[in-house]
Every structure is written in structure tokens, then in C-alpha cells.
């Protein structure tokens, strides 16, 4: 079994910056991908930013320029470092990773429990 714990979110006003860590732990053989979503209430879940193993990067359009994805393969750890937050940053961010399990098998999806990111103006 594969577990993600996301962590890092909080209350920051405008202008501010903010660093959200996720760490993978479990019987892991190898982790593909990781990336971080977003989702508000009653709106689907969106990709923020992604990293795969190789350190190819993928970003929302949106944050392009102010969120950096990074990741640390020797800790199973992804990060995502947030500048010049927004009131509309505010969402609860969803830690997510590709997966495959060790002892082989097939990968999967996995994902954090979430960590709310709220911006005051």
C-alpha cells in the first residue's frame, strides 16, 4: 500500500509566498510522476503543476511564472513552492503520484488528503 502525505497549507496574506511538501511512503517500487491539483467546492479537480521521474515539469497556465514543482526522488517528496499568492490561489491542494507498487504489479493513482491554502486580500 501506498500512503501521500501532503502538508504545508495555511493562511498567508497577498503577496505572499508559501511551500507545500507531499512525501510518499510505503511499499513503493517506483514513482513514475507527482504533482499537485486543486480543487474549490463544487468544482471539478484541476492540475496545478506536475514532475516526473526525470525532472520533466508540467504547469497550469494559471500559475506559470509563480508556482514551482520539485521533487526529491531520494525522499519520495514533492514540492510546490507558491509566490506572490493570490486571493484566488485559495483551494485545498491535493498531492498526487503515479505509482508503481513494489513487488511489481500495475500503477496506480494515489493521492494526499488534501491541505487547504487560504489567501487573504
Given at each position: 500500500?501506498?500512503?501521500?502525505?501532503?502538508?504545508?497549507?495555511?493562511?498567508?496574506?497577498?503577496g505572499?509566498?508559501?511551500?507545500?511538501?507531499?512525501?510518499?511512503?510505503?511499499?513503493?517500487?517506483?514513482?513514475?510522476?507527482?504533482?499537485?491539483?486543486?480543487?474549490?467546492?463544487?468544482?471539478?479537480?484541476?492540475?496545478?503543476?506536475?514532475?516526473?521521474?526525470?525532472?520533466?515539469?508540467?504547469?497550469?497556465?494559471?500559475?506559470?511564472?509563480?508556482?514551482?514543482?520539485?521533487?526529491?526522488?531520494?525522499?519520495?517528496?514533492?514540492?510546490?513552492?507558491?509566490?506572490?499568492?493570490?486571493?484566488?490561489?485559495?483551494?485545498?491542494?491535493?498531492?498526487?503520484a503515479?505509482?508503481?507498487?513494489?513487488?511489481?504489479?500495475?500503477?496506480?493513482?494515489?493521492?494526499?488528503?488534501?491541505?487547504?491554502?487560504?489567501?487573504?486580500?
Open positions: 500500500q501506498v500512503q501521500l502525505l501532503d502538508s504545508g497549507g495555511g493562511l498567508v496574506q497577498a505572499g509566498s508559501l511551500s507545500l511538501s507531499c512525501a510518499a511512503s510505503g511499499i513503493i517500487g517506483s514513482i513514475i510522476a507527482m504533482g499537485w491539483y486543486r480543487q474549490a467546492p463544487g468544482k471539478q479537480r484541476e492540475l496545478v503543476a506536475a514532475i516526473t521521474s526525470v525532472g520533466s515539469t508540467n504547469y497550469a497556465d494559471s500559475v506559470k511564472g509563480r508556482y514551482t514543482i520539485s521533487r526529491d526522488n531520494a525522499k519520495n517528496t514533492v514540492y510546490l513552492q507558491i509566490r506572490s499568492l493570490k486571493p484566488d490561489d485559495t483551494d485545498v491542494y491535493y498531492c498526487h503515479v505509482v508503481t507498487p513494489g513487488g511489481g504489479g500495475s500503477w496506480g493513482d494515489y493521492w494526499g488528503q488534501g491541505t487547504q491554502v487560504t489567501v487573504s486580500s
